[in-house]
């Protein structure tokens, strides 16, 4: 149920970029008021919003399960251990260690879906900051155009749950991330060229339903292959780091000069989406011949009538012979 879980959080960011345009549309009436422009206004507000949520947040929410007020004892003891034997039948190590920092840099599946985080969250924050932009840039003016970036939202919203309760009911997630580049690759494509301004707002829908759909399952993946708690919080705050960085990148590739057509933006979204299509299918191969090691190797101890410790396979994580890698 991890992407379920993170696609329903991924959601609401998922629904505030729907509200951002009505909100935009509303907010431009204000302009002038108190000597400001609506741009002005629209960060003050929303501004003012996230502040508020965030010392909320700092009461409501819990640093783990088992500090969590509102479940009982039972609840918490049920919660940690379902997490603590995830995907391995031994429990994960209950005390920080430096090693669990290298270990997590020195892990080539960091990096590999590190990357592949920066090519999910390049067209996700691309079309975030310029759907407007693009949009107008189909000879609509700045209102009309506001509007029109609510509707691939709403239908983002549902493509995220339905994806992602899919990808946990079948245990798989490089299927669906794969899938949702495609679409971001297909939208941007469509949106370089000459076509109809119908046939490029599709374009949008395209890109904002992939690449919103898509986040889910590439944090579900490293969450997954990933043993041990501190390992995985490591690995999940660096896997991070490369999405920000994809964001901080994409921010700066939609210019002003190069509107209405933008190729520049949507030519560099194009080729760092199929990096990550390249990468997909050598990640789940790797994953796929590392589970068929680990059971060659059950397979020999067994013969052999060896038997892993507890403490062993708990030091190891990811890496002992009876954790599988999820594809």
Known sequence: MIQTRFGIFWGGATLAGAFTGLVAFGISFMSGTAGLLGWSWIFITEGMATVVVGVVACFLFVDFPDTAPFLTPEERAYVVNRMRFDNSTVGEDEHFALRHIWEALLDWQVW????????????VDGISYFLPSIINGFGFNSTVSQLLTVPPYIVAIVMVMVWSIWSDRIKRRSPFLFSGLLLCLVGFAINI?????????????????GGYAAHPSVIAWLTNNLGGHYKRAVGIAFQGIFGNTGGLI??????SQDAPRYITGHGAEMGFIGMG????????????????????????????????????LRKLGDRAPDFRYTL
């Open 250 to 255: 994409a921010s700066n590739m939609f210019r």
């Open 112 to 123: 590999a879906l590190g990357l592949l985080n920066m090519a999910v969250i390049m067209p």
């Open 277 to 312: 299509l390249v990468l997909v299918p050598i990640v789940m191969f790797a994953y796929t011949r590392a589970n068929m090691n680990k059971d060659a190797k059950m397979r020999e101890a067994e013969d052999r009538g060896e038997k892993y410790a507890p403490e062993e």
């Open 193 to 209: 060229t000459n076509a109809p301004i119908g046939v490029k707002y599709f374009g949008t829908y395209l890109v904002v339903i």
